[in-house]
């Protein structure tokens, strides 16, 4: 088992930045990849942005790409997202997940996909005032 804790979320203005985290334990060593996902109320949970661990590969949404990097610091086992010219769209609970399995990152369809992730964290809210 994996478990996944994120950290970092609150309320910032539009045009600010902010840090998450995402502190992996336990079988870390099964998993090939970690992902943000965020949900906003009343919509579908989306893809944000993921990492591969094989070479370090990383994929993002096209809503944040150039202002979100995904990063991970692998003595801390921890990936964490730099949110950056946030947006009033970018409000919603940020869940970061872990992949199993490396078919996750073979295509867009794939690593897009939350039922490709095994693990998930509890999520951290993210507000951005306008």
């Known amino acids: 088992q994996v478990q996944l804790v994120e950290s970092g979320g609150g309320l910032v203005q539009a045009g600010g930045s902010l840090r998450l985290s995402c502190a992996a334990s336990?079988?870390?060593?099964?998993?090939?990849?970690m992902a943000w996902f965020r949900q906003a109320p009343g919509k579908a949970r989306e893809f944000v942005t993921a990492?591969?661990?094989?070479?370090?590969?990383?994929y993002y949404a096209d809503s944040v790409k150039g202002r979100f990097t995904i990063f991970r610091d692998n003595a801390e086992n921890t990936v964490y997202l730099q949110m950056n010219s946030l947006k009033a769209e970018d409000t919603a609970v940020y869940y970061c997940?872990?992949?199993?399995?490396?078919?996750?990152?073979?295509?867009?369809?794939?690593?897009?996909?939350?039922?490709?992730?095994?693990?998930w964290g509890q999520g951290t809210q993210v507000t951005v005032s306008s």
């Open positions: 997940a872990a992949a199993s399995t490396w078919l996750t990152f073979t295509s867009s369809s794939n690593y897009y996909t939350n039922e490709n992730y095994r693990y």
């Open positions: 990492i591969r661990w094989s070479d370090g590969t990383t």
């Open positions: 336990g079988r870390t060593v099964s998993t090939y990849g």
